[in-house]
T-cell receptor, first 112, second 114 residues
Framework: QKEVEQNSGPLSVPEGAIASLNCTYS??????FFWYRQYSGKSPELIMS????GDKEDGRFTAQLNKASQYVSLLIRDSQPSDSATYLC????????????FGPGTSLSVIP | DTAVSQTPKYLVTQMGNDKSIKCEQN?????MYWYKQDSKKFLKIMFS???????INETVPNRFSPKSPDKAHLNLHINSLELGDSAVYFC?????????????FGNGTRLTVT
């Protein structure tokens, strides 16, 4: 089983819709979870971090974490064409030192 | 000011050559990383240094040798380059000991081996 899994997509949504991105992880002891956005040819940039069960909202973005189900998601409300990118789920593993493991990414396309 | 900077941005070289990529961060972070992103966009950790000490060494060929002269710098030297080494290499840093400390990435070095 891969350590961090995501639907590879591509995921297409119309402009103004809600985009839902999902991620599961295998290490039950993982504590910190991150969503990064990566535009083509650019470096990943942090969108959200979450470490407690429940929802965390930041503008149009909501991260949801369910540690019992080992599941983390990202909702993008009122999707814009500028949101078209690859979204990377990242999990900080339970080790003595920081080790951040990435999922394969989900490609999102927002259609005007 | 650029937080994490790496050079060069592009690197084109032939098989068998040796090349280096340099990385510097001015964020005062304790931990630095090298990640490799292949053509399928999968971002895989290679190495991690904490205060100049190697703490993570994933299954990476020993042709790859990281060096950290101080905690603000982490360089990557690659010997005997192979076609399969072609990828984008990202340097990153984070603050150790802070659970929610995210990674801050450099702009990447696109390595092409011909």
């Amino acid at each position: 089983q891969k350590e961090v899994e995501q639907n590879s997509g591509p995921l297409s949504v119309p402009e103004g819709a809600i985009a839902s991105l999902n991620c599961t992880y295998s290490d039950r002891g993982s504590q910190s979870f991150f969503w990064y956005r990566q535009y083509s040819g650019k470096s990943p940039e942090l969108i959200m971090s979450i470490y407690s069960n429940g929802d965390k909202e930041d503008g149009r973005f909501t991260a949801q974490l369910n540690k019992a189900s080992q599941y983390v998601s990202l909702l993008i409300r009122d999707s814009q064409p500028s949101d078209s990118a690859t979204y990377l789920c990242a999990v900080k593993a339970r080790t003595s030192y920081d080790k951040v493991i990435f999922g394969p990414g989900t490609s999102l396309s927002v259609i005007p | 000011d650029t937080a994490v900077s790496q050079t060069p941005k592009y690197l084109v070289t032939q098989m068998g050559n040796d090349k280096s990529i340099k990385c510097e961060q001015n964020l005062g972070h304790d931990t630095m990383y090298w990640y490799k992103q292949d053509s399928k966009k999968f971002l895989k950790i290679m190495f991690s240094y904490n205060n100049k000490e190697l703490i993570i060494n994933e299954t990476v060929p020993n042709r790859f040798s990281p060096k950290s002269p101080d905690k603000a710098h982490l360089n990557l030297h690659i010997n005997s380059l192979e076609l399969g080494d072609s990828a984008v290499y990202f340097c990153a840093s984070s603050q150790d000991g802070v659970d929610n400390s995210p990674l801050h990435f450099g702009n990447g070095t696109r390595l092409t081996v011909t």
